[in-house]
């Protein structure tokens, strides 16, 4: 059989329910993650399609559950609601150390992989934001086209990530857990702005109480907790789960036009993003061959700066 890269053909595969939609969601979703130029292209052509009607972002400190919390998600999810689809994108920053926090998110997720209403897709962050979170939209809109209620997009607390989930998420879970490094730290760098709800995850170890009455404190004193829930949760032993989706439903309970108009500003951001990021690629690559002889004239006075920058826009043209 012919194995099409052709985005509308691919799509109309999906659309139809075709036996071969699963792969062609692959392959849609590979596209994605390949380049933004491809990733345009395909929200453009699902821009009449469906998103899923629940984007949730988990993010937070390295180790503190957010994987296994997911996990925990898929099975309560599907046991509500067993006609449902559910996505979850694990974003990695394909770093050396997490290689092995990686392979036990696949682990992890194994369970779910012969589950039909269940898709889990792994992208690699390679260090970049920007063409990530344009990707990561482009995997969520073929989601939806496979029809998933919730698309959950677990990215790890480090660099830059945790702030980019978001930019495509409705809703941003930040996770923490006792034992995970100086919470003072992750207050500091800003990760509580970001935060619609805060999940404590752990209740079941013997510091838990402590600590969850420190953060408590802590998000209060920054004005947090009184608007953004704070849970206590244990994904090891399955409790606070249902608070949990309570807690998500609820804020999803808004029109939905809202949503519309805030993911539209999301997605116009992105490609503004993209934009910028291409413009500054090519810049790179012009700037690169006439360096020398421009900053040579800047210095010596026969050109001035906003002479050798119109120049170099010519030169992109
Ligand atoms: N006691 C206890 N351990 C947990 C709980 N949730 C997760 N863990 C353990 O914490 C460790 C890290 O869990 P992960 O789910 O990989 O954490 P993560 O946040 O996805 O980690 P990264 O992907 O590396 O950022 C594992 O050993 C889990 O078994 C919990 O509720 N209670
Ligand atoms: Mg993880």
């Known amino acids: 059989m012919a194995c099409s890269n052709d985005v509308s053909t691919l799509a109309e595969e999906i659309r139809l329910r075709k036996k071969t939609r699963f792969r062609s969601a692959g392959r849609l979703m590979s596209l994605a993650e390949e380049s933004p130029e491809q990733t345009i292209e395909i929200l453009r052509e699902l821009s009449g399609d469906p998103l899923p009607r629940?984007?949730?972002?988990?993010?937070?400190?390295?180790?503190?559950?957010?994987?296994?919390?997911?996990?925990?998600?898929?099975?309560?999810?599907?046991?509500?609601?067993?006609?449902?689809?559910?996505?979850?994108?694990?974003?990695?920053?394909?770093?050396?150390?997490?290689?092995?926090?990686?392979?036990?998110?696949?682990?992890?997720m194994m369970q779910h992989a012969s589950d039909p209403n269940v898709f889990i897709r792994s992208i690699a962050s390679r260090g970049q934001t920007g063409g990530v979170t344009l990707g990561t939209m482009g995997i969520i809109s073929v989601m939806g086209v496979l029809g998933c209620d919730m698309v959950i997009v677990e990215t790890v607390g480090v660099g830059q990530m945790e702030f980019a989930?978001?930019?495509?998420?409705?809703?941003?879970?930040?996770?923490?857990?006792?034992?995970?490094?100086?919470?003072?730290?992750?207050?500091?760098?800003?990760?509580?702005?970001?935060?619609?709800?805060?999940?404590?995850?752990?209740?079941?170890?013997?510091?838990?109480?402590?600590?969850?009455?420190?953060?408590?404190?802590?998000?209060?004193?920054?004005?947090?907790?009184?608007?953004?829930?704070?849970?206590?949760?244990?994904?090891?032993?399955?409790?606070?789960?249902?608070?949990?989706?309570?807690?998500?439903?609820?804020?999803?309970?808004?029109?939905?036009?809202?949503?519309?108009?805030?993911?539209?500003?999301?997605l116009e951001l992105l490609i503004q993003r993209a934009i910028f990021s291409e413009f500054q690629k090519r810049l790179k690559n012009v700037l690169e061959e006439k360096e020398q002889d421009l900053l040579k004239n800047i210095l010596e006075g026969g050109t001035s700066l906003s002479f050798a920058v119109e120049s170099l826009i010519e030169k992109l043209k």
């Open 165 to 266: 989930v978001k930019e495509v998420a409705d809703m941003v879970a930040i996770v923490m857990a006792p034992g995970q490094g100086d919470t003072m730290q992750f207050l500091k760098a800003g990760m509580m702005e970001i935060g619609d709800m805060f999940i404590i995850n752990k209740a079941d170890r013997s510091d838990f109480s402590q600590f969850f009455a420190q953060l408590k404190n802590a998000l209060s004193l920054l004005g947090r907790s009184a608007k953004n829930p704070v849970l206590a949760v244990s994904a090891r032993d399955n409790t606070g789960l249902s608070e949990l989706f309570f807690v998500v439903e609820k804020f999803f309970a808004r029109d939905h036009l809202l949503w519309e108009i805030s993911r539209k500003e999301r």
């Open 54 to 108: 629940i984007i949730l972002g988990i993010t937070g400190a390295p180790g503190s559950g957010k994987s296994l919390l997911a996990g925990r998600m898929i099975a309560a999810f599907r046991e509500c609601y067993p006609d449902k689809v559910i996505g979850v994108i694990a974003v990695d920053p394909s770093s050396s150390i997490s290689g092995g926090a990686i392979l036990g998110d696949r682990i992890r």
